[in-house]
């Protein structure tokens, strides 16, 4: 898309072992939405324009709402965000983005990932008041400022991550199954930890709200769509090399997790990579 970018931020060291990635982001103003897909970890966005609308799909269709810092849960659909704002319908939107571990949930934000799955939240509604951060964004929506009062945030959240470790089982079937992208057997995870695998899956279940099969799923599917930037023609591999049998499959999920085919998501999100 023009006018668009994608800009990588370090994130504070306190921060590694809960933030996997952090991204200042600018969409530009344009028809249509943009798709927010499932991925292995939860979503939290520090919008610099001002309130997103967000769609969110649930059994009885779609809910809406409007987020300053909106946090997502996992989940196995993707949300909607038109690309113009209602409020400035003309002007590109731009924040920062950050992929939190799911493991890191109850110590970052007070709750496990299992309480936020399938879940849009205000990040204030979980976490209490903000002290001023929402504030600080928009004293400075486009300068160093703003990711300064991001970084100082997540120090004094984060900091709690690193002392109360997520159970060392739980840790490392997460690793196994998201490090290989979805291939490791899940039996073989089990074994791996001392678990059967019903065991597992419950266990993941309760944590961050979805159980071993669909995280795997999940894991499959981001490298899929990490894939597809700059490989247009190439569907058959990539299904190949995500770990699909074949591209019929790769097509299914997508339908699933996007709603869309990836040739769809690629010229609506792609168009000038």
């Given at each position: ?23 200042g982001y600018r969409m530009a103003a344009e028809p249509g939405e943009h798709r927010g897909l499932p ?64 493991l890191a949930a109850r110590a970052v934000f007070g709750v496990p990932a299992a309480a936020l799955t399938?879940?849009?939240l205000e990040v204030g509604d979980v976490v209490g008041p903000l002290a001023g951060l929402t504030e ?138």
């Amino acid at each position: 898309m023009a006018d668009e970018a994608l800009v990588a931020l370090a994130a504070p060291p306190e921060a590694a072992g809960a933030v996997r990635t952090m991204i200042g982001y600018r969409m530009a103003a344009e028809p249509g939405e943009h798709r927010g897909l499932p991925s292995p970890y939860l979503t939290l966005v520090f919008s610099l324009s001002g309130p997103l609308p967000i769609h969110v799909p649930s059994p009885a269709g779609r809910r809406e709402g409007a987020f300053r810092i909106p946090l997502g849960g996992l989940h196995t659909r993707a949300v909607l965000l038109p690309r113009r704002l209602p409020h400035a319908p003309t002007s590109a939107q731009r924040g920062i983005q950050l992929a939190v571990h799911p493991l890191a949930a109850r110590a970052v934000f007070g709750v496990p990932a299992a309480a936020l799955t399938d879940e849009v939240l205000e990040v204030g509604d979980v976490v209490g008041p903000l002290a001023g951060l929402t504030e600080r964004l928009a004293a400075d929506p486009t300068g160093p400022d703003a990711v300064a009062a991001v970084n100082g945030w997540l120090r004094e959240r984060t900091r709690a991550a690193a002392a109360s470790p997520a159970p060392r089982e739980l840790a490392r079937a997460w690793r196994l199954i998201v490090g290989s992208d979805g291939r490791a057997r899940i039996g073989d995870v089990a074994r791996d930890v001392g678990w059967s695998r019903a065991h597992l899956t419950r266990r993941l279940r309760a944590e961050i709200g979805v159980g071993a099969k669909d995280l795997a799923r999940l894991a499959r599917f981001q490298r899929s769509r990490r894939l597809m930037i700059g490989r247009a023609g190439e569907l058959g591999r990539i299904a190949q090399d995500s770990g699909y049998a074949d591209q019929s499959h790769l097509t299914a999920e997508w339908r699933e997790f996007a709603g869309c085919t990836p040739r769809q998501w690629m010229a609506a999100e792609l168009a000038d990579h």
